[in-house]
């Protein structure tokens, strides 16, 4: 998609299915809907307040790539966007409170959504780090 798209003012809460979310989607900064998951395994609600930007995003999901879940395979959805989204965001977050505490890093034998810190935000001290405990074996994060 062209335009960047990004969410703002999430919300989170848990309940007996797992969670819910709301929060302000945006495309180009521009608030075009709002989105809602109740968080009990139905449909999220979508208030589109540009139809404009609907049709682009509707667009889009359209072309994404169909999606493997075992031996099934699935189109792309509005839905599995927006909790992609939402994922991503946390992620972000998750990632800034940690960058404050030093340097991230994750071993090459590491899951990919995972990393470790060194706590200093000196990135020579890090890199010396890096080189001796663990060379030609870290990716930063």
Excluded at 42 to 68: F, T
């Amino acid at each position: 998609m062209k335009t960047t798209m990004s969410i703002r003012g999430l919300k989170t809460w848990s309940t007996h299915d797992g969670g819910g979310y709301q929060f302000n989607l945006c495309l180009s900064r521009r608030n075009v809907a709002v989105v809602y998951n109740e968080g009990n395994g139905g449909e999220i609600q979508i208030d589109w307040r540009d139809e404009n930007a609907k049709k682009s995003i509707l667009e889009y999901v359209k072309s994404l790539p169909k999606i493997q879940l075992g031996d099934v395979i699935i189109d792309s959805t509005v839905g599995i966007l927006m909790d992609d989204l939402v994922t991503q965001h946390e992620w972000e977050k998750k990632i800034a409170r940690h960058r404050k505490k030093g340097i991230l890093f994750r071993l090459l034998s590491d899951p990919k959504d995972s990393f470790r810190t060194i706590k200093t935000l000196d990135m020579s001290k890090a890199m010396h780090y890096l080189n001796t405990k663990h060379p030609n074996n870290y990716v930063l994060v």
